[in-house]
């Protein structure tokens, strides 16, 4: 099976190698990377160039947002399975794509998710938090659960009965796209017990209080359009992310 994978980016020149190298080292051989740059002005689009990305690949103009350039891509995407790389992050191992590709071979299965790290963004071999979302069921969501984002991987059709991102959320449309396919789509998930993308601390949502807010509001949102629940999910999905700052036997710091 094809895997697409889809980086959004805009002036990432300090972090956009480590991601593209990180996808051009896979083992898994049937890969399509789309990268979808929004006019990015720092030299991104020639360290882009450098790795011999083909025009077919690399679009580069303006966008509405993150998630207007991931919906791009995605809309420029021709794999089977389709997941996301950002330009801060990279994969855990070369070995990452294989374990997807294996989990999509039982055809009960729409969509694949693994654990991941957030790693400082001057040291990333410094874990700063770990992410280990454990097996899904359907009753984790009323308690705030979710898949890691950036290790979600989906079906295409899973898009084309489901939707892309709503662009109308600024900062929460990938928590929005998840309730959808998760609550109202009933989608299957697959659990992959391990470290499959490292990301940089600093996203776009924990930038300052205002965004922080925002990011709270729109959560609200997705909770009540899809009956999942109200302050008391937003409260509990919030809080769950204190363990992941807590050191873990056995695994070091």
């Known amino acids: 099976m094809k895997i697409s994978i889809v980086t959004a980016v805009f002036n990432r020149a300090r972090t956009i190698a480590d991601a593209l190298r990180s996808v051009e080292t896979q083992s ?8 979808q740059d929004g006019g990015s002005r720092d030299g991104t689009l ?9 025009p077919a690949q690399l679009v580069s103009e303006p966008d509405d947002g993150i998630y207007d350039a991931i919906n791009k891509g995605i809309s420029r995407a021709s ?10 992050d990279f994969f855990a191992d070369d070995l990452v794509l294989e374990r997807v590709a294996e989990a999509f071979r039982d055809p009960e299965v729409d969509g694949v998710y693994g654990d991941l790290d957030y790693v400082s963004a001057r040291n990333t071999d410094k874990i700063v938090r770990r992410w280990r979302s454990g097996p899904y069921h359907p009753d984790l969501l009323k308690r705030g659960w979710m898949p890691p984002h950036p290790t979600l991987y989906l079906r295409r059709e899973v898009f084309d009965r489901w939707g ?9 449309a990938d ?7 998760l609550a109202k789509g009933d989608i299957r998930l697959a659990y992959i017990p391990e470290v ?16 922080i807010l925002q990011k ?16 008391g999910t937003l409260m ?4 769950s992310k204190l363990e992941q700052f807590l050191p873990r036997k056995g695994i070091p710091k």
């Open 196 to 211: 499959l993308v490292k990301m940089r601390v600093g996203g776009e949502s924990n930038r300052s209080l205002s965004r």
């Open 46 to 54: 020639e360290i882009i160039r450098q790795f011999g990305t083909s």
């Open 164 to 172: 892309l991102y709503d662009t109308s959320m600024r900062i929460a």
């Open 175 to 181: 928590y929005e796209a998840m309730l959808r396919y």
């Open 216 to 231: 709270s509001r729109e959560d609200y949102t997705a909770l009540r359009r899809y009956g999942v629940g109200g302050m």
């Open 236 to 239: 509990a999905k919030n809080f």
């Open 79 to 88: 794999g089977d399975i389709i997941g996301l790389m950002h330009s801060d």
């Open 28 to 35: 898994y051989q049937n890969i399509e990377h789309i990268i």
